[in-house]
């Protein structure tokens, strides 16, 4: 039976009953057995058989990226600087029309790199070709929520066929790898699935005990196109259809109204947020202080990597607690204690994983990274979670653990091979261009 010892470390644990303290670690049987202040005790030593020197090392949960489209990597940079509907319609979905099951394989191996990297232990992804994403994800150790994204702009037959691969893809997926893969149904949003199909797969959902994800509100465009076409606003229009009467998370919701915040708020629906995705195709800014005011719980998002255009949740978390301030003249609107729950506590509710992961307690997985704070960017050491929020980046990571297993080794990846998936996903990307 293997145990880990991290000791001499500082640990950040999201929990308020002990927030932050200096001392030990142990993990065992993928759980974090035992934790205190300190020096660990004799008999802790003489149990580990491995041990951490955490000397200059902060110890936190793992971030959790709520919503993305990973194997997006291929798509990088290739159509920067414009609007949402002519990106989607005349780059992103020609493109991805091209994308084979072993495309998106590496793909979403070159996010799953990244991703590793930068602190990122639990991810939400959407997309085609989701088989190939669990396999890798299984391989790579990540934890992850996925869905096969379906688009409903096609004919009945291929709709009942997307369904039903969708369904197919839960009951084959939904708590494999050792329970690090669950599985969401997602109709990608409500302007791209009729109102009927919308309710297939809310059945579909219910049927399985799975929680529903899909795009919402994103952009002013969507709202208005929405009101146009079915009488009412996106949230009403989803509410009516069933979506939001179980576990349910929605992307962006950036463009509410009051009424809008208290009935999610009410239905307990989740939002993820994606700030630097919002911003980049200049979608809007996000109610979210108002939302946390309501009481609704908000995640964070990096989107796919073809409109942030990196995976760095730490990215993710500064700009949310800067934004907010900068939009509201309030600097208290998202303060850095808040904002790193977004990425971890929050994100983890947003996903049912509540109580598994999001904190560093007695029992939960030892999903837990690693940041080097001997760099002078942490000094003086002051307020660590201020230090994480603004000044941390995903580079500072050098150790990452998901159910115990050790997935990045002083800053290099243990279950992927780096070179070889950029190298894939080059040649991948320059045949999709062609």
């Given at each position: 039976?293997?145990r880990?010892?991290?000791k001499?470390?500082t640990?950040?644990?999201i929990d308020?009953?002990?927030?932050e303290?200096q001392?030990?670690?142990?993990v065992e049987?993928?759980k974090?057995?035992?934790?205190?202040?300190?020096e660990?005790?004799?008999?802790?030593t003489a149990r580990?058989?491995e041990?951490?020197?955490g000397k200059?090392?902060?110890?936190m949960?793992?971030l959790?990226?709520?919503h993305?489209?990973?194997?997006m990597?291929?798509?990088?940079?290739?159509?920067d600087?414009?609007?949402?509907?002519?990106?989607?319609?005349?780059h992103?979905?020609?493109?991805e029309a091209?994308?084979?099951?072993?495309d998106?394989?590496?793909?979403?191996?070159?996010?799953?790199?990244?991703?590793?990297?930068s602190?990122t232990?639990?991810f939400?992804?959407?997309?085609?070709?989701?088989r190939?994403?669990?396999?890798m994800t299984?391989a790579?150790?990540l934890?992850?929520?996925l869905?096969?994204?379906v688009?409903?702009?096609?004919?009945?037959?291929?709709?009942?066929?997307k369904l039903?691969?969708?369904?197919?893809f839960?009951?084959?997926?939904?708590?494999?790898?050792?329970?690090?893969i669950?599985v969401m149904?997602s109709p990608?949003a409500?302007y791209t699935?009729?109102?009927d199909f919308?309710?297939?797969?809310?059945?579909?959902?219910r049927?399985?005990?799975v929680?529903?994800?899909?795009?919402m509100s994103e952009t002013?465009?969507?709202?208005e196109q929405?009101v146009?076409?079915?009488?009412c606003?996106?949230?009403?229009?989803?509410?009516?259809l069933g979506?939001?009467g179980?576990?349910a998370?929605?992307a962006?919701?950036?463009h509410l109204?009051?009424?809008e915040?208290a009935?999610?708020?009410?239905?307990?629906?989740?939002?993820?947020?994606?700030p630097?995705?919002?911003?980049k195709?200049?979608?809007?800014?996000?109610?979210?202080?108002?939302l946390?005011?309501?009481?609704?719980?908000?995640?964070?998002g990096?989107?796919?990597?073809?409109?942030?255009?990196n995976?760095?949740?730490f990215?993710?978390?500064?700009?949310?607690a800067?934004?907010h301030?900068g939009v509201s003249?309030?600097?208290t609107a998202v303060p850095?204690t808040?904002?790193?729950?977004?990425?971890?506590?929050?994100g983890?509710r947003s996903?049912?994983?509540?109580?598994?992961?999001?904190?560093?307690?007695?029992?939960?997985?030892?999903?837990?990274?690693?940041?080097?704070?001997?760099?002078a960017h942490?000094?003086?050491r002051?307020?660590?979670?201020?230090?994480?929020v603004?000044?941390?980046?995903?580079s500072?990571?050098?150790?990452?653990?998901?159910?115990?297993k050790?997935?990045?080794?002083?800053g290099?990846?243990t279950?992927?091979?780096?070179?070889?998936?950029?190298?894939?996903a080059?040649?991948?990307?320059?045949?999709?261009r062609?």
């Amino acid at each position: 039976m293997t145990r880990l010892l991290i000791k001499q470390g500082t640990f950040v644990t999201i929990d308020e009953n002990l927030p932050e303290f200096q001392g030990w670690l142990a993990v065992e049987n993928g759980k974090i057995a035992a934790m205190g202040e300190g020096e660990a005790p004799q008999e802790e030593t003489a149990r580990a058989t491995e041990t951490v020197d955490g000397k200059g090392l902060l110890f936190m949960p793992g971030l959790v990226n709520t919503h993305g489209h990973a194997a997006m990597t291929l798509l990088r940079g290739m159509a920067d600087d414009l609007v949402l509907q002519d990106w989607l319609q005349n780059h992103m979905w020609p493109t991805e029309a091209k994308f084979t099951g072993d495309d998106v394989y590496w793909g979403s191996a070159l996010a799953a790199v990244e991703m590793i990297k930068s602190g990122t232990t639990t991810f939400v992804d959407m997309y085609d070709h989701s088989r190939r994403v669990a396999e890798m994800t299984e391989a790579s150790g990540l934890r992850a929520s996925l869905a096969r994204g379906v688009i409903g702009l096609c004919s009945e037959e291929e709709q009942k066929a997307k369904l039903e691969d969708a369904i197919r893809f839960a009951r084959e997926w939904h708590g494999q790898a050792d329970d690090r893969i669950r599985v969401m149904i997602s109709p990608h949003a409500p302007y791209t699935c009729p109102p009927d199909f919308i309710l297939k797969f809310v059945e579909a959902a219910r049927e399985l005990n799975v929680p529903l994800h899909t795009h919402m509100s994103e952009t002013l465009a969507e709202v208005e196109q929405n009101v146009r076409d079915y009488g009412c606003r996106p949230v009403e229009h989803l509410d009516r259809l069933g979506v939001f009467g179980g576990p349910a998370l929605v992307a962006h919701a950036v463009h509410l109204n009051d009424e809008e915040i208290a009935l999610l708020a009410e239905r307990k629906v989740a939002v993820s947020h994606n700030p630097i995705s919002n911003l980049k195709l200049a979608s809007g800014v996000a109610r979210v202080p108002d939302l946390l005011k309501a009481g609704v719980t908000v995640s964070l998002g990096t989107d796919g990597a073809a409109s942030n255009n990196n995976l760095d949740l730490f990215q993710e978390m500064t700009t949310a607690a800067l934004l907010h301030k900068g939009v509201s003249g309030d600097p208290t609107a998202v303060p850095a204690t808040e904002a790193l729950r977004m990425a971890t506590l929050y994100g983890a509710r947003s996903i049912g994983l509540e109580g598994v992961v999001g904190q560093l307690k007695v029992g939960f997985k030892a999903d837990l990274i690693a940041v080097n704070i001997a760099q002078a960017h942490f000094v003086p050491r002051t307020d660590y979670v201020s230090h994480l929020v603004y000044s941390a980046r995903g580079s500072d990571v050098v150790h990452v653990w998901v159910d115990g297993k050790q997935l990045l080794r002083d800053g290099r990846p243990t279950t992927l091979d780096e070179e070889k998936i950029m190298a894939e996903a080059e040649s991948r990307y320059r045949r999709l261009r062609a």
